[in-house]
Structures are given as structure tokens and as C-alpha cells.
């Protein structure tokens, strides 16, 4: 029995029964199995395998007839695969085994000698590696694709006006525009985050074997190259158990969604009709079975729903790895799951929030309507006293007592004579009506970073110079 195999004992017929007296029960078989959702990782199996293989010719521990017919049958494999041919079976437990017991039966020899120099500690590790390379990339691409509907829809509302909130109260008056831009700058941190996590994932545990490195002349820098990995785990122990790499991509994933799961609250408020800033494309809404008048916004909901799922998988991963001695344990087997929904949870939500940002409408009435409850421009006229000299503490003294007065009118600040405002403050001009409209006070903004409609199309240009897309 070879030493990376000790957990493996597949029953009376299995290869490696030799040692046990009695077959593996059947319960046992298939809470230990994990071929029926690791079976995902094929190609990356078969990719690692293939790389594994090239580097033990070229070192003269695999014969060249020998890496012809691995190649050959992992070519017939990977087609089997790909057409649904192959069957699976629960009894070679895992991806790993059932891909080598079937490279065996169709090229012989060569099928069992792959497995020199090398164990499935370091092969599921390279194979995870490679499968979430790929996903960072794809997930990656669709934050990306994202980012871009948010700065075209921002750019066409650079003007437009709807209260800003805080503690979820009308607070001053911002752009559409510049609303969406913080969310374009979340995803930027995603992406920031993805590129850095994917550095750490982008390194090879081949060669590691089973915990301890191997007494062959192996050349890990070769497999490393031929796989794109841009270098070696260095510590063949921490090669074979270390999942940092997943726990890491869970995180960056969930702060993904903590942000899609923010956007989509707003965009459940904004389409309640007491907001009415907008409406979704109907393809992503869905009536109700009894009140003929609802469209609800399933999508944002389920959006925020999956956050919670991701958040889960990320305490799921963390977990797993508390407490787990060196070097690989079977523990993490249970790795895969949490990381594959993790990843399907992202693509797909991505995927639709992508289109369904693209396809928003605006109010741009009603937003502009809701900026005129709330007193949304006092911080306005509190800054136009302080410009004409008087302290910023007074000022919001002489504000509140202004907002006191409108509020007992039941009109806007807006609203109040100019005689009225002038017994506030001998302070206030004419020029003071230009600052208490929402447009006056968001144009006014226009500090780095501000909402001034002039700072969010200048923010425009820059995240189209930095995506790429003028
Ligand atoms: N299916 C296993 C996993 O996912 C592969 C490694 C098993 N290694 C072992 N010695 N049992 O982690």
C-alpha cells in the first residue's frame, strides 16, 4: 500500500484491501466518498496530472512510450468526460482515483506509474488551486462588467438629483450619478482584492507528496511553469494542509456580495412606490400569485438572501481549519463544496446584476421631488453664512431655528420669504434661493470626490480610463 493512500480502502475488491480484514461499510463509503462533487475538479485533475507526467519523463522516471500512452488516455478520458461517457463510481472514492483507475484499464502500466512522486495530498491541493485560479478570473471579469453598466448609467444621471441619506434620514442633496459611483468603487476594491488573493492561490503543492517531499529527482519549477503557477509552495508540510489560499478567496468573495447585498437593499427601497427612484427591467421582477397589482424585486432580495449563504461558507472554511494538526487531514475534503457554491453564487448573481444595472430607469422627478422633504439643503445655507463671516457653530444655530420655522409652515427652506430668512440673519442676500434648490447645492459640491455633477464626470472618465472601455 503505498504510504499517501492510508485512508484508502475501497472495499473487497479495491486494489488496496490487502490490509484491512473486512470490506468498508456502505455508510461509510459514501460519507468518506467526495467523487460525487469533486468530480468538478476533472480538468484540473487531468491538466495537473498531464504537467506531472511531462516533468517524470524529462526526468527520466517515466519512459517517453510510457508519457504517450498517459497522454493518449488522458485525452480519451477528458473526452469521455466532456460527452458524459464516463462513469463514476463511488467505490474509487474521489475525482483522483476514479480518473487513475480508468487511465489504468484503458493504457495499462503507465496508468499506475503516474503516481509516482506524488500523492493526492499535493494533487487536490494543485487541483483546487487551478480550479479557483479560474474562477477569480471569471469573477474578475464580471465585477468588471458591472462596474462598467454603473459608470454609464452614472454618467447619464452625472446631474441628476436625489436626496443623500444618512441613518437612512434625508440629508443633503447628491447626484444619481455619484450614488452609484460608491458602488463602483466598492467593486473596485473587490477586484483589488481578488487580484491580490489570486497571487497567493497561483502557486504549486505538487511535489509535496503525501507531507514529507519525495526521494526522486522531481522538478517542480517545470510543473509550475507548464501550469502557470508563478512559483513552488516552499514548505512541503504547509503545501499538503494549507487552504489559506481558499479562506482568503471566501472572504474577498463575501465582502463581493456584502456589496451587491448593499446595492440591492437601495434598489428595493428606491422601487417601493414611497421611493419610486426606479424601476427594473420586468424580466427581473416577478408578480404575486394572489395580489394581481405586486411586482417584486425577487432579484434583490434573493441577492441579499445569498450573501448570507456566502458568509456562511467563509465561517464553513475558517472553521474547517481551526485546530487541524499538520500536515493534510481529511477535514479538508470539506473544502470543496462551500468553495464551488461560492463561486456559482457569485458568477450568477454578478452575471444578472451586470444586465439588470444596465437596463435601470429613473425618476428622475421623484428623486427631485424627494429632495424637497427633509430640509436637505440647511448644511447649504448654514455654509452660505459662514462664507459671508459668520462662525460655522452659529450658523447652524441660526439653520436650525430657520428649518424650526419652515418646519411649523410645512414648506422647505426654500419656500421661506427672503424678509423671513433675512430675520434669521441680516446676512442673507437675493443669491441665497441659488443655494437652497437641490441642483445649487449638489453643483456646489465640487470638491475631489464630491457630488457636484462636474467632479462625478470627471470620477466618470477616470473609471473608464481605469476599466479600460472611453
Ligand atoms: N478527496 C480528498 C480531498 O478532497 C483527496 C485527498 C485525499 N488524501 C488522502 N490521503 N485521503 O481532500
Known amino acids: 500500500m503505498p504510504p499517501s493512500e492510508e485512508n484508502l480502502h475501497a472495499g473487497a475488491k479495491g486494489a488496496w484491501s490487502g490490509r484491512f480484514a473486512e470490506p468498508v461499510d456502505e455508510r461509510v463509503k459514501r460519507y468518506t466518498a467526495s467523487v460525487s462533487f469533486d468530480r468538478r475538479l476533472a480538468e484540473f485533475d487531468i491538466m495537473g496530472s498531464l504537467a506531472h507526467a511531462r516533468m517524470l519523463a524529462a526526468a527520466k522516471l517515466l519512459s517517453h512510450e510510457d508519457l504517450a500512452a498517459i497522454e493518449r488516455g488522458m485525452a480519451e478520458i477528458g473526452a469521455e468526460i466532456a460527452s458524459g461517457r464516463f462513469e463514476w463510481s463511488l467505490d474509487a472514492e474521489d475525482v483522483h482515483l476514479n480518473i487513475e483507475r480508468r487511465l489504468t484499464a484503458l493504457v495499462g502500466d503507465a496508468g499506475k506509474r503516474l503516481h509516482t512522486a506524488r500523492s493526492r495530498n499535493d494533487q487536490v491541493a494543485t487541483d483546487v488551486r487551478l480550479f479557483l485560479r479560474a474562477a477569480i478570473d471569471d469573477i474578475a471579469a464580471l465585477v468588471r462588467k458591472l462596474q462598467r453598466a454603473l459608470v454609464e448609467l452614472a454618467d447619464r444621471h452625472a446631474a441628476t438629483v436625489m436626496p443623500g441619506f444618512t441613518h437612512l434620514q434625508v440629508a443633503q442633496p447628491v447626484t444619481f450619478g455619484h450614488h452609484l459611483l460608491a458602488y463602483y468603487e466598492m467593486f473596485d476594491r473587490d477586484v483589488a482584492r481578488l487580484a491580490d488573493c489570486r497571487r497567493r492561490v497561483n502557486r504549486l503543492p505538487l511535489g509535496a507528496a503525501a507531507l514529507a517531499g519525495t526521494s526522486f529527482p522531481i522538478d517542480r519549477d517545470r510543473v509550475a511553469r507548464e501550469l502557470g503557477f508563478e512559483g513552488v509552495c516552499a514548505n512541503s508540510l504547509d503545501a499538503v494542509s494549507d487552504r489559506d489560499f481558499a479562506i482568503e478567496f471566501a472572504a474577498a468573495a463575501s465582502i463581493v456580495m456584502v456589496h451587491l447585498s448593499r446595492l440591492s437593499e437601495e434598489l428595493i427601497l428606491w422601487m417601493n412606490p414611497r421611493f419610486g427612484f426606479v424601476r427594473l427591467p420586468d424580466r427581473y421582477t416577478t408578480g404575486s400569485s394572489i395580489m394581481p397589482q405586486k411586482k417584486n424585486p425577487d432579484v434583490p432580495e434573493l441577492a441579499r438572501g445569498k450573501t448570507g ?27 470543496k463544496e462551500p468553495l464551488f457554491d461560492t463561486v456559482d453564487t457569485l458568477v450568477d448573481t454578478l452575471a444578472i446584476f451586470a444586465e439588470m444595472v444596465a437596463g435601470i430607469e429613473v425618476d428622475a422627478d421623484a428623486m427631485r421631488a424627494a429632495t424637497q422633504e427633509g430640509f436637505a439643503t440647511a448644511t447649504d445655507l448654514a455654509d452660505y453664512l459662514v462664507k459671508r463671516g459668520m462662525p460655522f457653530r452659529d450658523a447652524h444655530e441660526t439653520v436650525a431655528r430657520a428649518v424650526r420655522a419652515a418646519e411649523e409652515r410645512g414648506v422647505d427652506l426654500a419656500a421661506l420669504p427672503l424678509a423671513d430668512l433675512q430675520g434669521f440673519s441680516s446676512l442673507v442676500g437675493e443669491d441665497v434661493f441659488a443655494v437652497l434648490t437641490p441642483e445649487g447645492s449638489a453643483a456646489s459640491r465640487t470638491s475631489f470626490g464630491g457630488t457636484a455633477p462636474e467632479a462625478v464626470r470627471a470620477a466618470v472618465r477616470r473609471a473608464r480610463e481605469t476599466l479600460g472601455s472611453a
Open 309 to 335: 449563504r456566502v458568509v456562511g461558507h467563509l465561517m464553513a472554511l475558517v472553521t474547517l481549519m481551526k485546530a487541524q494538526p499538520l500536515a493534510y487531514n481529511k477535514d479538508n475534503q470539506e473544502d
